[in-house]
């Protein structure tokens, strides 16, 4: 049984820092990428970033590039999105998700698998 567990999130202050996990399990993943996105309350699900598993190449959302920081640990079957510089506006539940390589990776519906969410909240 596939899962992909998240932890980290929290309530944190306009500027501060928080660092998400998420831990696979359940299958080889060595050929999918690592998603990670978010939804506001009232909003669709976006993108955030993406990482594969074989080759670290990361993407991100225009929203987030430059301060959000996508790795990975394969030893430990492990993503991890190191947020700097939050702001208001990245208030939301974070998901993380696995999709195959062959599929683009910054739509929802391309995802296989997928977390059950951390809630991060930045205050003003």
């Known amino acids: 049984q596939v899962q992909l567990v998240e932890s980290g999130g929290g309530l944190v202050q306009a500027g501060e820092s928080l660092r998400l996990s998420c831990t696979a399990s359940?299958?080889?993943?060595?050929?999918?990428?690592m998603g990670w996105f978010r939804q506001a309350p009232g909003k669709e699900r976006e993108f955030v970033a993406a990482i594969s598993w074989t080759s670290g190449i990361a993407y991100y959302a225009d929203s987030v590039e430059g301060r959000f920081t996508i790795s990975r640990d394969n030893a430990k079957n492990t993503v991890y999105l190191q947020m700097n510089m939050l702001k208001p506006e990245d208030t939301a539940v974070y998901y993380c998700a696995a999709v195959r390589l062959s599929r683009p990776l910054r739509e929802v519906k391309n995802y296989d698998y997928w977390g059950q969410g951390t809630q991060v909240t930045v205050s003003s």
């Open positions: 359940g299958r080889t993943f060595s050929t999918y990428r």
